[in-house]
């Protein structure tokens, strides 16, 4: 986990939603949020909130699939496969 808190992806109402809380209060710490996956890490970047690569690399796909699944019009469930209207599961 990275030290600098938990990150929350979520799309609602046409943007990507970012939740940002510390990791063992879970105290919400900051909220941000973009049109597109671009914006948000750029927020998120400025901000300095996370501090392991590994981490930055994560909730940069997550924010990928989330942008992806709201042009598309599908429903998007963190860390989770995007599940198209046929059932078929991609991008995990």
């Known amino acids: 986990a990275d030290p600098r808190g938990v990150v929350i992806i979520d799309v609602v109402d046409g943007m990507i939603k970012v939740k940002f809380q510390n990791q063992k209060t879970s105290e919400m ?3 941000l949020e973009g049109k597109t996956a671009k914006d948000v890490m750029y927020k998120i970047k400025h901000y300095k909130m ?4 590994d981490h930055a690399a ?3 796909s997550e924010l990928a699939k989330a942008e992806l699944c709201m042009k598309l019009g599908i ?3 963190y860390d989770n496969p995007i599940e198209l209207p046929t059932g078929e599961r991609i991008v995990s």
Do not use: D
Not at 50 to 53: E, G, H, K
């Open 58 to 60: 994560f909730i940069g």
């Open 75 to 77: 429903k998007y469930n």
């Open 50 to 53: 996370v501090s392991r690569t």
């Open 29 to 31: 710490l900051m909220e």
